[in-house]
């Protein structure tokens, strides 16, 4: 059993930073570990994704301002972010599978979608201002 746990969220100004973490528990292999965000009315989009081997693909909004990373037990995921604009206002869910991430098959920037990730979080609100 995968459970995964988001906190973090909160209100910011514009420009401010924000770190959210994800807390992972139950059996890991080979995994993708991810952060998807989704605003009221849109769809749900990745934001970024870091493989086992720590290798780590971002979409293209958020590139050079947001930072993925995962502890070396793998239990923890974080994602650091910096300088949000009022596009970063979303539900923040933390994802993961149990295979390889979809960027490694199909390409950096290739995030993939709900449908590819078995495990999900329940979210956590990040409001920018």
């Known amino acids: 059993h995968v459970q995964l746990v988001e906190s973090g969220g909160g209100s910011v100004q514009a420009g401010g930073s924000l770190k959210l973490s994800c807390a992972a528990s139950?059996?890991?292999?080979?995994?993708?570990m991810a952060w998807f965000r989704q605003a009221p009315g849109k769809e749900r989009e990745g934001v970024a994704a870091?493989?086992?081997?720590?290798?780590?693909s971002y979409a293209d909004s958020v590139k050079g301002r947001f930072a993925i990373s995962q502890d070396s037990a793998k239990d923890r995921l974080t994602l650091q972010m910096f300088n949000l604009t009022l596009e970063d206002t979303a539900m923040y869910y933390c994802?993961?599978?149990?295979?390889?991430?979809?960027?490694?098959?199909?390409?950096?920037?290739?995030?993939?979608?709900?449908?590819?990730?078995?495990?999900w979080g329940q979210g956590t609100q990040v409001t920018v201002s």
């Open positions: 994802a993961a599978v149990m295979i390889r991430c979809p960027f490694t098959v199909y390409g950096l920037g290739r995030l993939g979608y709900e449908t590819d990730f078995a495990h």
């Open positions: 870091i493989e086992k081997d720590s290798s780590t």
């Open positions: 139950g059996y890991f292999s080979k995994r993708c």
